[in-house]
T-cell receptor
Framework: AQRVTQPEKLLSVFKGAPVELKCNYS??????LFWYVQYSRQRLQLLLR??SRESIKGFTADLNKGETSFHLKKPFAQEEDSAMYYC??????????FGEGTQLTVNP | DTEVTQTPKHLVMGMTNKKSLKCEQH?????MYWYKQKAKKPPELMFV???????INESVPSRFSPECPNSSLLNLHLHALQPEDSALYLC????????????????FGPGTRLTVT
């Protein structure tokens, strides 16, 4: 069965520090993975998708099939990065299976 | 227009009421979704419509009844709900539905916050 695990419910860092939000998945097929972000009082929005290999707002994420991971990284966190981050796995059809989420707080 | 809109923003209803949630998109997307999100939890898929036809029903109780009258509109009809159905109901859309369509981003609406008393 497919599963997405985000081990940290809460993550707190200082402005300018590097940040890594962990995501591990379990899926027997070829994975398609995403990071979604939900800022306070805003709608859920796509941040990154692994197939694009892009950097958005300074964030990157690399799919590691050997470790079944898709960690989200940013070298220098900003206060405006404070939000809830969800890792999501696309399975059969267009089902998105979300992890439990990590609440990131960037302190000044 | 790259937004998914949802009305109403908030809804309070009694357990005997009948109400409807509405979702609209004008991006030409042919797949639309309903999700339920409880506080501090991830969204859970409820229904998927593809080309106005119901493709997925994730064993949702019949007191929730979806409807897709056309390619731009998605409704969720509510009847005889329970207090535990109180949640944020999210609508989303994507260009198409189906495996291999993963590059097609799901765009989410702001949600309707439902309280059942």
């Amino acid at each position: 069965a497919q599963r997405v695990t985000q081990p940290e419910k809460l993550l707190s860092v200082f402005k300018g520090a590097p940040v890594e939000l962990k995501c591990n998945y379990s899926y027997s097929g070829s994975p398609e993975l995403f990071w979604y972000v939900q800022y306070s009082r805003q709608r859920l929005q796509l941040l990154l998708r692994h197939i694009s290999r892009e950097s958005i707002k300074g964030f990157t994420a690399d799919l590691n099939k050997g470790e079944t991971s898709f960690h989200l990284k940013k070298p220098f966190a900003q206060e405006e990065d404070s939000a809830m981050y969800y890792c999501a796995l696309l399975t059969s059809g267009s089902r998105l299976t979300f992890g439990e989420g990590t609440q990131l707080t960037v302190n000044p | 227009d790259t937004e998914v809109t949802q009305t109403p923003k908030h809804l309070v209803m009694g357990m005997t009421n009948k109400k409807s949630l509405k979702c609209e998109q004008h991006m030409g997307h042919r797949a639309m979704y309903w999700y339920k999100q409880k506080a501090k939890k991830p969204p859970e898929l409820m229904f998927v419509y593809s080309y106005e036809k119901l493709s997925i029903n994730e064993s949702v109780p019949s007191r929730f009844s979806p409807e897709c009258p056309n390619s731009s509109l998605l409704n969720l009809h509510l009847h005889a709900l329970q207090p535990e159905d109180s949640a944020l109901y999210l609508c989303a859309s994507s260009q198409v539905y189906g495996r291999g369509a993963g590059s097609y981003e799901q765009y989410f609406g702001p949600g309707t916050r439902l309280t059942v008393t």
